[in-house]
Structure formats: structure tokens, C-alpha cells
């Protein structure tokens, strides 16, 4: 990856979801000065996923993504390409990036005017970086893959006329099996791949994707022509938690605390001399999320870990939904809910864990673990 900075302030490349070094990473500590440049070189062993990259200066992050610094990164591998499902780019496998902005009289982004401490909501939503976007599909199994890119907002996708879907993949990886549901969540940095079979709906007229309070997402027009079907295809991947990992002691407890400018990790706020964790490379521990409630009764953190994919193994001891086993860089955890997860850095360095709406983070809400 060859990475310049043309702006005219100081950033990185953060590659969100890959299992890289932490030189690599692009994290607070391996910023770009305006003019320069880098390239990075690592080697891609996991497997086929749906991943994304944004700066992460340290007090910046919000801001540079908010203004439109993010995108997409495919792998592809001979699993995916064997399996039965749509993958045409831009026809029948399509990229949807969900952003939420406020834009002034001038029609322009006025980060600073708009900024909230506890998350920058928007009044307006942008699909790959489109106002009012349509979707031209034809009558058969499109494959959506959806980050939620926004900054703080939480989405929760759903058709319009109420019927169902499958999700094929998670943050890092297919589901071994699809998973028919209704609608999916997805907080802040979180993907999911879906299939919708336009064959099979039982309206084409004004279908879209919804939002859980009815606003419209994204409408579909369906085009005439029919299209060759696609088999429904049964085993996506062999993902698998052993009962190893399900029997192994917690070794990490982070507790998640706080708004607006009071929020921690373990009651301390972010200090790049600080190193909170280290973990021996290629081992595995398990980490219990803690999201202690406040006065005013909490809200969700979207949980991020860089460098890594891990393992949800429990959910306040129950194990998760269907559609949250496969690997994950980002969870979300709810108000005085526990979340255990099986995690193992696959190269040394350190690496940044935070949570991922971004003023959150940009305002201490971050720790430091060094894999030796």
C-alpha cells in the first residue's frame, strides 16, 4: 500500500479489520506529516472478508472521517470464489457504505459547528458518499455488504414490507451457514453481508431498506428482466468456537464507562506512554467488555480491537445469536451487559482498543495492549 498524506495536517492509514504488525496498523503513533508518504508491506493470511480503512490521528478521527476519509477493502480467497453466491461487483454484489452528515446553508460540512461530544448525529444520510441514492437491481439474489461508517449512529436494516433476508458474513468472515432474519444491527464499524432474493419477494413495488423508525435507507427499483437463479447455497465457512476456548478463564476485564467528556476505559482515559495490556503472540486469551451503566442508564459502545479478528463466546453468559458467529473486529455492548470474547494476535506490536464512535475515542475513550 503506497500512502500519501496530501492534507494539510497529520494522519494515518488505519487498516480496520486486517490482521497486520502493529507498524502497520496505522495507529495514533505512525502518523503521516502533510507531503509525506509511506509503504506499507504485509502479507494477507486470513480469509475472504468485507473490511475498511479511515485515519486515526489521536484527536482527529472524528473530524477526518466525518469529512469523508474512509473506504472499502475486499479480500477474496478460493472459498469465496467457489461458493455459489452473487459476485458480480457493481451488478449483483454491491458495496454500501452508511454515513450520516449535517451539511450548512452552503452545502458544505461544518464538522466543527455540529460536533457532539457523546457522537455527531446527522440530519442527512449519504450512501457511498450519494444524497438520495436509488438501487437498480434485477429479480434475483443481490449480495449487499454494509458497514456502518458512521460516526456514532447505530442502524438497524430491515425491508420495508417486512420480509426476510439471509446474512451470509460477519465483520471478518462468512457465517458457516446463511442466517434468515427479519432485520440486523449494526453499531458504529460493524459489517454484515446480506443476500436479498428479488425473485422470491412477494411485492416489487416501493420496496427499500428501512431504518428501525421507518425512514428510508436505501430504495430498490427492481428491473424487468429476469435473471438466471442462483441456487441457495447451505456451507458458507467452517468457523468454529472449541470448548477449549469456552472453558478458558477471563485474563482481560475492560469496563467501558461514561458520556460526553467523562468517558474511560477502566477508569482511565487514553495516554500514549501507557501501555494497559500485553498479550505473547499466537496465544489466546478471553477478554470479558464490561459496559458499566451510569446515572443516566448508559449507552451502547461499539468495542473495537485492532490488528485482530476475535470470537464472541458470550453474551452475559448466554451464547450469541446465530448471526454473530463468525469473526468480529467490533462489538457491540449494551448498558451493564458482559461481553466475552476469544482473542489472538497473529503478528507483535502494539495495538489500539477503543471504542468506536468517534468522539468517544477522540476523547480518551482508548488503550494500548503490546503483543510481544
Known sequence: MNTINELDEETTFHWHGLEVSGEADGGPHKTLSPGEEETIEFEVTQEAATLWFHPHPEGKTSEQVYK???????????????????????????????????????????????????????????????????LKVGKEQVRLRLLNGSNARNFTFKLNKGESFVQIATDGGFL?????????????????????DFSQLNSLNDLSLINEDGSILLPFEVLDQEVASTQAVKQLN?????????????????????????????????????????????????????????????????????????KI???????????ERGWKDTVSVHPGEKVKIAIQFKHKGVYMFHCHILEHEDNGMMGQIEVK
Not at 458457516?176 to 436479498?196: F, G, H, K, Q, S
Not at 472453558?247 to 482515559?269: C, Q, R, S, W, Y
Not at 501507557?274 to 464490561?290: A, H, K
Not at 463466546?313 to 448471526?323: T, Y
Open 68 to 134: 469523508g476519509l474512509a473506504g472499502l477493502i475486499y479480500i477474496e480467497d478460493s472459498n469465496s470464489a467457489e461458493l455459489e453466491i452473487p459476485k458480480q461487483y457493481g451488478e449483483n454484489d454491491i458495496p454500501l457504505v452508511f454515513q450520516d452528515r449535517i451539511f450548512d446553508d452552503q452545502h458544505q460540512l461544518d464538522y466543527k459547528a455540529v460536533m457532539n461530544k457523546d457522537g455527531t448525529i446527522g440530519d442527512t444520510l449519504l450512501v457511498n458518499g450519494t444524497v438520495n441514492p436509488v
Open 313 to 323: 463466546l458470550s453474551r452475559d453468559g448466554v451464547e450469541p445469536k446465530e448471526n
Open 238 to 310: 467452517e468457523f468454529s468456537v472449541t470448548d477449549e476456548e469456552k472453558a478458558m478463564p477471563v485474563t482481560k476485564n475492560i469496563e467501558l464507562f461514561g458520556m460526553m467528556d467523562h468517558v474511560t476505559i477502566n477508569g482511565k482515559k487514553f495516554d500514549p506512554q501507557r501501555i494497559d495490556f500485553t498479550q505473547e503472540q499466537g496465544v489466546t486469551e478471553v477478554w470479558e467488555i464490561y459496559n458499566k451503566k451510569d446515572m443516566m442508564g448508559g449507552m451502547i459502545h461499539p468495542f473495537h480491537i485492532h490488528g485482530t479478528q476475535f
Open 176 to 196: 458457516n451457514e446463511p442466517v434468515t432474519l427479519n432485520e440486523v444491527t449494526l453499531t458504529p464499524a460493524e459489517r454484515a453481508e446480506i443476500i436479498i
